[in-house]
């Protein structure tokens, strides 16, 4: 059982470079998210797809854009990254769109940039 | 908005000892309730969830029951153990938030032998 599974686990970047995170969920979910961690504050949402064809901002959208490009896979692109977008990216996704189905997240992609 | 508090850590506690992780929430209307658990180098994974008030929701021991009254939903364990080790996120999914999962910071539990 993949689940949600994120490429690459691991990349280091230059300031300026440009990168795309992928996701992809095998759980034929609606729903698919890409969050942040930084120490101490928890995971943060960058971006959201509430179904197929739609995406929104979450909590902190600057600096990224993400690419719903069919059911199964959620891409989230830095386009200039910055030393703040040092972190660690985790992808989920969900069976709906309600209050009661759980996220199932990916195993992260931990960015460093230089 | 919503917002979710839950005790700082680290927790570091003996095998065998008795688990308490508060979490209180301010949210619209009525949110389900969720612990998630991550392992060390892992992503998060569900632990248990509560989706209307005084719910209970169990799952490997822990348990953590959902009081509207206190707007809170503490996660306990009877016996941890050191592969209970882990970083514990107490969250919530409301309509005010758009269906979007709100997080505390998160709690370090180290359980030595």
């Known amino acids: 059982n993949a689940g949600v599974t994120q490429t690459p686990k691991f990349q280091v970047l230059k300031t300026g470079q440009s990168m795309t995170l992928q996701c992809a969920q095998d759980?034929?979910?609606?729903?698919m998210y890409w969050y942040r961690q930084d120490p101490g504050m928890g995971l943060r949402l960058i971006y959201y797809?509430?179904?197929?064809?739609?995406?929104d901002k979450g909590e902190v959208p600057n600096g990224y854009n993400v690419s719903r490009l069919n059911k199964r896979e959620f891409s989230l692109r830095l386009e200039s990254a910055a030393p703040s977008q040092t972190s660690v990216y985790f992808c989920?996704?969900?069976?709906?769109?309600?209050?009661?189905?759980?996220?199932?997240f990916g195993d992260g992609t931990r960015l460093s940039i230089l | 908005g919503d917002s979710v508090t839950q005790m700082e850590g680290p927790v570091t506690l003996s095998e065998e000892a008795f688990l308490t992780i508060n979490c209180t929430y301010t949210?619209?209307?009525?949110?389900?309730l969720f612990w998630y658990v991550q392992y060390p180098g892992e992503g998060l994974q569900l632990l248990l969830k509560?989706?209307?008030?005084?719910d209970k929701g169990s799952n490997k021991g822990f348990e953590a029951t959902y009081r509207k009254e206190t707007t809170s939903f503490h996660l306990e364990k009877g016996s941890v153990q050191v592969s209970d080790s882990a970083v514990y996120f107490c969250?919530?999914?409301?309509?005010?938030?758009?269906?979007?999962?709100?997080f505390g910071k998160g709690t370090l539990l180290t359980v030595n032998p």
């Open positions: 759980m034929n979910h609606n729903s």
């Open positions: 949210a619209t209307g009525y949110p389900s």
């Open positions: 797809s509430a179904s197929e064809g739609t995406t």
């Open positions: 989920a996704s969900s069976d709906a769109w309600t209050g009661e189905q759980p996220q199932h």
């Open positions: 509560a989706t209307k008030a005084d």
């Open positions: 969250a919530l999914i409301s309509g005010g938030s758009n269906y979007k999962l709100t």
